[in-house]
């Protein structure tokens, strides 16, 4: 099937979706996890500026919040790389319904980490700025793959998220965590619902997807200060390892779309299918 006939086919159960989604997701303010009270001005409004002893984190919960500020910060160029695909009817409503999500995200992250002067914030803006001018871009994908990998890219999201709030660093920390986790894991869930929806319409492309999407999958990264990945400094952190994606992001998905139980396959479904065979398990 063409992209624009999946775009048509696929519409109803986008629009059904969307409904379930807002439903299941909990309308949470940000301003309700950043604790205003232990605010104060900088030194451009006569109050003093930043330095080491004020962060109260530990080093590992601010490099993982400081990443997952960044990532979220380039929201600009997510929004416009999914909207290139999906910009008819109840598509673009999710689009927009996903980014307002992930601005959440970030507002609630950065508004917690300068209100408690958890990190430099002259240092956090310059890397905001550079990350953001580097930008995002993917290479021309198909609505399928586009789907694929947004699903797996919720799911990561969330595990990173689960395991900074397993730190235990702080109440409103592993709070905040947690909330943005259960958001990455109701629009993975989404994305998901859709691949499954796509199976049923046409399976040997979907899988066919499914498998390339998996062999090139990378989380969103970015260079840190020092020169190191943010991919290494994670896994090093016991947040996220790639390591471990086989487990805890593929295969979960790949038992929830019934790949190795499908019998409607043919050759080119069966040639991808053979590609994750080591994943059945």
């Known amino acids: 099937m063409t992209d624009r006939e999946l775009l048509e086919s696929l519409a109803m159960d986008v629009e059904l979706n969307l409904r379930r989604h807002i439903d299941a997701a909990d309308g949470w303010q940000p301003q309700d996890y950043v604790p205003w009270d232990d605010g104060s001005n900088f030194a451009f409004l006569g109050g003093t500026d930043w330095d080491p002893s004020q962060s109260e984190l530990s080093e590992t919960a601010k490099l993982a919040l400081t990443v997952s500020v960044l990532i979220a910060d380039n929201l600009p160029s997510y929004h416009r790389e999914l909207g290139k695909y999906l910009r008819t009817g109840p598509w673009w409503r ?37 990350h953001m001018t580097a930008g995002f871009r993917r290479p021309a994908l198909h609505l399928l793959d586009v789907l694929a990998t947004c699903t797996f890219e919720e799911a990561a999201s969330a595990i990173r998220h689960r395991n900074i709030a397993a730190l235990g660093e702080n109440p409103l920390v592993t709070a905040i965590a947690d909330r943005i986790a ?94 994750l065979a080591r994943l059945r398990d």
Not at 95 to 105: C, K, L
Not at 116 to 127: A, G, I, N, Y
Not at 189 to 213: E, G, M
Request: net charge negative; glycine share 4%; no cysteine.
């Open 182 to 275: 259960l958001d990455d894991e109701l629009q993975s869930t989404f994305f998901a619902d859709l691949v499954a929806a796509a199976l049923d319409l046409a399976p040997d492309q979907t899988v066919r997807a499914i498998a390339d999407r998996i062999a090139d999958f990378r989380v969103p990264s970015l260079t840190l200060a020092d020169g190191r990945s943010s991919d290494d400094v994670l896994a090093e952190a016991g947040i996220y390892n790639r390591a471990d994606e086989d487990k805890l992001v593929f295969a979960p998905l790949l038992r929830r779309w019934n790949v190795f139980t499908r019998t409607d396959l043919g050759a080119d479904g069966e040639q991808a299918r053979e590609e």
């Open 94 to 130: 999710w689009v927009g319904r996903w980014t307002a999500e992930e601005n959440r995200h970030e507002i609630t992250l950065r508004n917690y980490l300068m209100v408690t002067r958890s990190v430099d914030p002259v240092d956090l803006e310059r890397r905001r700025m550079d």
